[in-house]
């Protein structure tokens, strides 16, 4: 019972310290990380699980060795934005490995990428003739991307002079009954407001599942009953 709890007791300080970590770092996704980035990860995660499950190991030096390992991390990713030679060897160089529709061969071996991975890269990003790609970059974190020939590109309102109204961004303020205050403050709302807003639905608010309004204060609500007349079904 007592080796019970002294596991769960160093699950909870060595998560802990990598969720100090992981905020402190920034929220990045794996495929953003660069090459020291990685090494670094992999690190802590090793450390991290071997003072869970290893007992002999002591805890104090080892939450000191992730906290250290994370203030590498923090260091060497401020000096990457600060120095840009640092940044230049930490991080891999951009890669055209397609220009005017040819495939340039001795770049593709250099990031010793086959070109059926390079194809199939493409047709991801909606490419399925080749001819039509004016650049084609393969970025730092592992991204392709594709730039298409002039031609083949889609039309935009502003190139056929036709004029549109903005994007309507949709902010829920309703979400399962419960009004999101934070939410109309953010999008300009008084006090004052706020509860005229509540008197007025207060009747309703309690079976609406998600409520959005626009830039213009019209709301989109999805009611608690909203069903689907799964009418392709038959």
Do not use: C
Not at 7 to 15: K, P, Q, Y
Not at 125 to 130: G, L, N, R
Not at 179 to 203: K, P
């Amino acid at each position: 019972m007592d080796t019970l709890g002294i596991t769960l007791f160093r699950v909870v300080a060595g998560m802990g310290v990598l969720l100090i970590i992981l905020l402190v770092t920034g929220r990045r996704q794996m495929s953003e990380f660069s090459s020291f980035d990685f090494l670094t990860s992999i690190t802590i995660g090793a450390v991290a699980g071997a003072v869970i499950v290893d007992h002999r190991i002591e805890l104090v030096s080892s939450l000191i060795a992730l906290l250290a390992l994370g203030g590498m991390q923090l260091f060497f990713g401020w000096l990457s934005i600060k120095v840009r030679p640092v940044n230049h060897k930490l991080n891999f160089k951009p890669i055209v490995l397609v220009e005017d529709g040819q495939i340039i061969k001795q770049n593709l071996r250099r990031v010793r990428m086959p070109v059926e991975t390079l194809l199939q890269l493409l047709r991801e990003k909606d490419v399925f003739d080749i001819t039509i790609v004016e650049l084609a970059i393969l970025e730092p974190y592992g991204r392709l991307s594709v730039l298409k020939k002039a031609e083949h590109l889609p039309l935009t309102p502003s190139q056929v002079n036709f004029a549109v109204s903005s994007n309507r961004i949709l902010v829920p303020v309703i979400l399962e009954g419960k009004l999101q205050e934070n939410a109309l403050v953010e999008m300009g709302f008084s006090q004052r407001q706020i509860e005229e807003f509540r008197s007025q639905y207060q009747d309703s608010i309690h079976n609406v599942f998600i409520a959005f309004m626009d830039q213009n204060k019209q709301l989109h609500v999805v009611n608690d009953d909203a069903r689907g007349k799964s009418a392709f079904l038959h």
